[in-house]
């Protein structure tokens, strides 16, 4: 069974600055899909990024940036200049491809920012 | 944009009631889910259902059942309220259709508490 594991529960970083949050997975599939969520405070959980494994070049998007290493099974979301606005649960999450696959979520990590 | 609506954002129940919890989605999505999230333990799946009439069982189906015998609602049921099933509870719903196949449309939650 895939299992996807992110190891910091709760990380803070200062408004403007980088941070990385990490991601591990664990699985025997060669075609799959990786995927950040975000969810803020009392907010519905909504998508930031996502990554397909046969794609070898990095997804982006806009302050979002992920680095993700397939043979070493690791996903971390990069968050630059960061916002207040950032501040929330951050869930990683891990879909084998093909049709009508259920996701497998992370534990999440409860991202702070201090202005 | 897609709008998944869940019925109540808060509930109180007794043990042993029956509950329903209600999911809508306007976006002729084929797939629904319902996952419980739980601090620590991320997002765990219940159930799914990828057509009408039809459902799989997640990775924690005990003690619960669901419902979908229209496309747009994806009903969940328990059948027996416990207090261990004090949590809160999401819907989502995704599309098979790319490209936006890998999306799941999450609705705000309903924060179940069973007294």
């Known amino acids: 069974a895939q299992t996807v594991t992110q190891s910091q529960p709760e990380m803070s970083v200062q408004e403007a600055e980088t941070v990385t949050l990490s991601c591990t997975y664990d699985?025997?599939?060669?075609?799959?899909?990786l995927f950040w969520y975000k969810q803020p405070p009392s907010r519905q959980m909504i998508l930031v990024i996502r990554q397909e494994a046969y794609k070898q070049q990095n997804a982006t998007e806009n302050r979002f940036s992920v680095n993700f290493q397939k043979a070493a099974k690791s996903f971390s979301l990069k968050i630059s200049d960061s916002q207040l606005g950032d501040a929330a649960m951050y869930f990683c999450a891990y879909r084998k491809s093909g049709g009508y696959q259920k996701v497998t979520f992370g534990t999440g990590t409860k991202l702070q920012v201090i202005p | 944009d897609v709008k998944v609506t869940q019925s109540s954002r808060y509930l109180v129940k007794r043990t042993g009631e029956k509950v329903f919890l209600e999911c809508v989605q306007d976006?002729?999505?084929?797939?629904m889910f319902w996952y419980r999230q739980d601090p620590g333990l991320g997002l765990r799946l219940i159930y799914f259902s990828y057509d009408v009439k039809m459902k799989e069982k997640g990775d924690i189906p005990e003690g619960y059942s669901v419902s979908r015998e229209k496309k747009e609602r994806f009903s969940l049921i328990l059948e027996s309220a416990s207090t261990n099933q004090t949590s809160m509870y999401l819907c989502?719903?995704?599309?098979?259709?790319?490209?936006?196949?890998?999306?799941?449309?999450f609705g705000a939650g309903t924060r179940l508490s069973v007294l």
């Open positions: 976006m002729d999505h084929e797939n």
């Open positions: 699985t025997s599939e060669s075609d799959y899909y």
């Open positions: 989502a719903s995704r599309t098979e259709a790319s490209p936006a196949k890998n999306i799941q449309y």
